[in-house]
């Protein structure tokens, strides 16, 4: 599967982006898929996460309540829903799936960055 993310760009705090993961292949809906992202100079870090039919969803405790993932299975996206956003969620983000749904991501996209001003 090859995956494609977009929506990034800049914001100011306290403001909303949505971020979209278009992935190629019909096996999309069988992968669960996630997101990650890394601010310059740091390790790169998860996000959120999506089972393959979007029934459980799992958050990084630093956006735990103000972002959400979700996928639209028919049309091979996935979503991030990125509300009250502070500087320090300036980073490239990632999606990844995940195939096996065990946590090890084995198919990534290209980052999209987000920049928010103070």
């Known amino acids: 599967v090859q995956l494609q993310a977009f929506g990034g760009g800049l914001v100011q705090a306290g403001g909303s982006l949505r971020l979209s993961c278009a992935a190629s292949g019909r096996t999309f809906s069988s992968y669960a898929m996630g997101w990650f992202r890394q601010a310059p100079g740091k390790e790169r870090e998860f996000v959120a996460a999506?089972?393959?039919?979007?029934?459980?969803?799992y958050y990084a405790d630093s956006v735990k309540g103000r972002f959400t993932i979700s996928r639209d299975n028919a049309k091979n996206t996935v979503y991030l829903q990125m509300n009250s956003l502070k500087p320090e969620d300036t980073a490239v983000y990632y999606c990844?799936?995940?195939?096996?749904?065990?946590?090890?991501?084995?198919?990534w996209g290209q980052g999209t960055l987000v920049t928010v001003s103070s």
């Open positions: 999506i089972s393959w039919s979007g029934g459980s969803t």
């Open positions: 990844a799936a995940d195939p096996g749904a065990t946590m090890t991501y084995k198919h």
